[in-house]
Nanobody, 127 residues
């Protein structure tokens, strides 16, 4: 089971840190992805991490602003979001897929590649 938290209402330029906590299994050999879905839009990939190799990948729209990381002891993956923009407004989901993914190019990017999903957390960027 995956559970997201940390979503909130924040002003443009602000920051949020989302958490994705896993229970019932350990995230030692998984790809974990953060996805988002805005109203009327398709779900899109935001950031990805290989928990075994540490490889990461980011969508162009968030490069330099978002950082994905993992706390092994807490069995949690984080998404630090800085310099938030109104267009970042969406429900953010984390997802996991078992496997060892070495190198940025090995990380699965499509939502259909992922087997386990959280329920989502709302991020709203507005003044």
């Amino acid at each position: 089971q995956l559970e997201e938290s940390g979503g909130d209402l924040v002003q443009p330029g602000g920051s949020l840190k989302l958490s994705c906590a896993a229970s019932g299994f350990t995230l030692d050999y998984y790809a974990v992805g953060w996805f988002r879905q805005a109203p009327g839009k398709e779900r899109e990939g935001v950031s990805f991490i290989s928990t075994a190799a540490g490889s990461t990948n980011y969508a162009d729209s968030v490069k330099g602003r978002f950082t994905i990381s993992r706390d092994k002891a807490k069995n949690t993956v984080y998404l630090q979001m800085n310099s938030l923009k109104p267009e970042d407004t969406a429900v953010y989901y984390c997802a996991a897929r078992a496997g060892i993914y070495i190198g940025t190019g090995a990380l699965p990017l499509d939502p259909s590649d992922y087997d386990y999903w959280g329920q989502g957390t709302q991020v709203t960027v507005s003044s």
